[in-house]
């Protein structure tokens, strides 16, 4: 229902809570339509407001009675809450309401899942449980009963007593609502214990739907290797006697660091070899870790408001980031997070959704849950640590746990421990946090009696609402060469502060070759006009894994965009230096297949559309699927070489060792494939040895137009394990030829088990057809017919994933004028509705600005 235009929140008008909460206490009496909910709430007025108003946040709730102190309270409707008059000393509220999560199909709030009762309250789902002050500086202890004719009942903090049909929990340490949970029905438990450093003995237990048991083991190690990490690394223990994860099916995002009590994806919990293929294995560990980190970056110290979301989410990812690091191999984790970050947040920049780590006004919240805030949130502490040094960085880290535990931060506060830890100025630092987009740095070279001098300019594009933007702090590792491939200087961080600014090497015998922007040390497009050979002898010679993957990667970039633009050849400097490369045992197995990882045809739009052309989605795919063919042949004996080599005979193991040779194994597979009519492919999926292998065979097969028996035959082998049908829903559509795509997609839609209202399943088929570049794309525009009228049908049901999917629109301007056209006017379809949700709405129109 659309009132009044949805209101736009500000960071400028932050305004600290009037009454704070001293703690509370809640019953649940579960029913599908008719739960009730008992609320006594203690509040006492915040010493820090001279503002006395009375207001709490709820949504959809029938209220049965609502008491001050005891007496009946009058309440008075307010925008999104209500309002009454209280005392002006400390008081207890206590009501009852009504809530219905049967009916909750947006999976906010309480809700249920295959008759499971489970809660989602980040960023504001709690406003639909009960009357409270639903904001993250609100802060306090919970207690927690609940009762309901079911096996499990579940909620934070530590088990205070149970009996048949109730069971009470107690969280001690203050928290705001959105990370309240509550779980309930039939479930079992895989359990395991913890010891942490100071002797407290932990119950560990992943709750899953019975039958899911043999597939919890990977995520228990995940979860031990996690804490004990932290408390090795970042000192931090854990607090409370259990820690429980619960895997539920339906679900908005990936998982959430509920206290005590985190909630998964079951995607993102359940594994096994015949089912999960390494990048889940690899997902899961990280996504594990991710939200158990989140107990120190989050939940003892969290967000002041949710324009601070980074504070505890660009931490935190980046605290996953050196998890898996540790687990796995540094460079090869660098190199995916700097691809994720090229790929996606680049993107994301590109286009009209471009905003600032730290958004400074938003509509709905949910809506900048991104790969700004994110990931990009965790490059710019990554910046920072290199810039101060992995000493500092611990000492900081320290003063932060210290100063702010119990705390709900800022990334003010966050900036200042830095501060105070490095006696460094951190103002223009900060201008990461404010300036939306990615700066473009630009390099000249002067050489002259052995000196060689390097001389940068940056300059970020305008974004939304920010037309001019001041220089940032950028630290630019770099390292130099000798002509025959020795490293002279070794790496260095120069840390640019100017608009222009040059650093010179004195003492050269002679004119080295540089490798800059060594580590991906800044998200920064590195614009620098560099010679095939020059590439060529970095692949060859760089020391600096990411500079000699990204080597690799410019060359297939530029062979690709000439192919789309119908060149014939590549250049032989790129196909020798691969075939060099892949040969060359020496180097990781999982280093060498993200050489062969080929940019995908939409990282070649953006390139295109970021050197002033207009990508044609057909052209890019013909070109693409010509150069895989010309490696095919040219590279056959190395690719075959390393088809072998990545072979791994045995029991499945997931650890990175193996997953690296099955990577490349794997690459290796499909750039044959185009060559060899799909024999090996073919033979491998017949092979059946993991999903791994069997998900890549299908998918090489299905991208060169064969394999429709082998993907039928998987499909009735799967088709009662929800996780793996949604993998076919998405392999099928994303592999599917372009030209039938749209088709392909409007079958899959048909099919009995698309089960539209379960995210996974709507995404999987809907991320499949749009990662389709060409098929999604399709000139007439019936892709796009197809996503805007699924957009608009769950828009209703589930706006928050309906307004995510919606950001494939956000491309629009990047193509021709026809495409534009239907681009936008399916982006009007979804906006011009008299019940466009408040999240959609908000994206639409940030899209069609
Ligand atoms: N805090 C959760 C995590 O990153 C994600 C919550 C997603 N919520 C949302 N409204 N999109 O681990
Ligand atoms: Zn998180």
């Known amino acids: 229902m659309k009132d009044a235009a949805p209101r736009t929140i500000r960071l400028a008008d932050y305004a600290p809570p009037a009454w704070l909460v001293a703690d509370v206490a809640l019953t649940f009496r579960l029913d599908p339509q008719a739960t009730r909910v008992l609320s006594t709430i203690r509040f006492r007025p915040n010493p820090d407001s001279t503002d006395r108003t009375f207001f709490l946040h709820g949504e959809g709730l029938k209220t049965i009675s609502a008491t001050i102190d005891g007496r009946p309270a009058t309440l008075r409707e307010a925008e999104g809450g209500i309002t009454c008059d209280v005392p002006d000393a400390p008081f207890t509220w206590e009501a009852e309401v009504e809530i219905a999560p049967a009916e909750n199909t947006a999976l906010e709030g309480l809700y249920m899942s295959n008759g499971i009762y489970c809660t989602q309250c980040e960023a504001e789902g709690f406003r639909r449980i009960t009357w409270y002050p639903d904001r993250p500086d609100v802060m306090a202890p919970f207690r927690v009963r609940v009762e309901g004719d079911l096996p499990v009942l579940l909620s934070n903090g530590n088990p205070e007593a149970s009996g048949p049909g109730w069971a009470e929990w107690d969280d001690p340490w203050r928290k705001p609502a959105y990370l309240f949970a509550l779980v309930a029905g039939d479930l079992v438990a895989v359990r395991d214990r913890f010891t942490t450093l100071s002797g407290r003995e932990v119950d560990l237990g992943i709750w899953v739907r019975p039958g899911d048991q043999g597939r919890c083991a990977f995520a228990m190690e995940a979860l031990k290797a996690s804490m004990r990490w932290d408390e090795e690394v970042y000192g931090r223990e854990y607090d409370l006697g259990v820690f429980n994860i619960v895997a539920v099916d339906d679900f908005n995002a990936g998982a959430m660091e509920n206290k005590g009590l985190n909630v998964f994806n079951s995607a993102l919990v359940l594994a096994s070899p015949e089912t999960a293929t390494d990048g889940t294995y690899e997902r899961i560990e990280a996504v594990i870790a991710h939200e158990y980190f989140h107990n120190w970056t989050g939940n003892r110290i969290t967000c002041r408001d949710w324009f601070q979301l980074c504070l505890k989410e660009g931490l935190t990812v980046f605290r996953d980031q050196q998890f898996t690091s540790a687990m796995r191999s540094e460079a090869v984790k660098r190199i995916e997070d700097a691809q994720t970050i090229r790929r996606h947040q680049f993107k994301e920049d590109q286009g009209p959704l471009a905003h600032p780590v730290r958004p400074e006004s938003f509509v709905e919240i949910n809506n900048f849950y991104t790969i700004t805030v994110y990931e990009k949130g965790a490059e710019v502490i990554g910046m920072l640590r290199r810039l101060v040094g992995a000493a500092a960085y611990k000492r900081a880290l320290d003063l932060y746990f210290d100063r702010h535990d119990g705390d709900a931060a800022t990334i003010e506060d966050w900036l200042q421990v830095f501060e105070d830890a490095t006696g460094r100025d951190l103002s223009q630092f900060k201008r990461w946090y404010s300036q939306a987009g990615t700066p473009r740095l630009s390099v000249e070279e002067a050489w002259e009696d052995g000196t060689y001098t390097l001389i940068f300019t940056q300059e970020t594009p305008p974004t939304p609402g920010q037309p001019d933007k001041a220089p940032q702090v950028l630290p630019i590792a770099v390292g130099l060469l000798n002509p025959n491939g020795d490293e002279v200087v070794p790496t260095k961080v120069l840390e640019m502060t100017e608009a222009r600014q040059s650093f010179a090497f004195e003492g050269l015998s002679a004119r080295p070759i540089p490798s800059i922007l060594r580590d991906f040390s800044a998200p920064v497009v590195l614009q620098r006009e560099v010679p095939s050979a020059e590439r060529a002898f970095l692949l060859a010679h760089d020391t600096d894994p990411f500079n000699r993957w990204d080597a690799a990667q410019a060359l297939a970039r530029a062979a690709l965009m000439d192919a789309a633009g119908g060149a014939g050849d590549p250049a032989p400097d790129w196909i020798e230096g691969l075939g060099r490369a892949l040969a060359d045992t020496g180097l990781d197995p999982a280093f060498r297949a993200l050489l062969l990882d080929l940019p995908g045809d939409e990282d070649i739009a953006i390139a295109l559309a970021e050197r002033g052309d207009v990508p044609d989605p057909d ?145 999987a088929l809907m991320r499949g057809l749009a990662g389709n570049h060409a098929g999604f794309h399709r000139a007439d525009g019936a892709g796009y017919d197809f996503l805007a009228d699924w957009i608009v049908r769950l828009d209703p049901v589930n706006p928050s994933v309906a307004a995510r999917t919606s950001t494939v629109f956000s491309s629009w301007k990047r193509y021709d004028a026809g495409r534009q056209e239907r681009m936008r006017a399916a982006l009007h379809r979804m906006l011009d509705r008299d019940d466009v949700s408040r999240d959609l709405g908000e994206m639409a129109q940030r899209m069609l600005e």
């Open 619 to 763: 052209a890019i795919h013909s070109g693409r699927a010509r150069i895989r063919r010309i490696l095919a042949e040219r590279l056959s004996p190395q690719l075959e070489a390393a088809y072998h080599e990545g072979a791994t005979p045995g029991p499945y193991d997931p650890s990175a060792g193996p997953a690296g040779q099955r990577a490349l194994r794997n690459r290796a597979l499909w750039i044959l494939t185009a060559a060899d009519g799909g024999a090996r492919a073919r033979a491998q999926v017949a092979a059946d040895e993991n999903m791994t292998n069997v998900l890549a065979g299908l998918s090489a097969l299905l991208s060169i137009g064969a394999g429709e028996a082998e993907a039928a035959a998987f499909h009735d082998r799967w088709k009662d394990e929800r996780l793996v049908l949604d993998s076919w829903f998405a392999l099928v559509a994303g592999q599917a030829p372009p030209e039938s795509a749209v088709e392909t997609a409007r079958s899959l839609a048909d099919h009995p088990a698309f089960a539209w209202k379960t995210p996974n399943r709507f995404r």
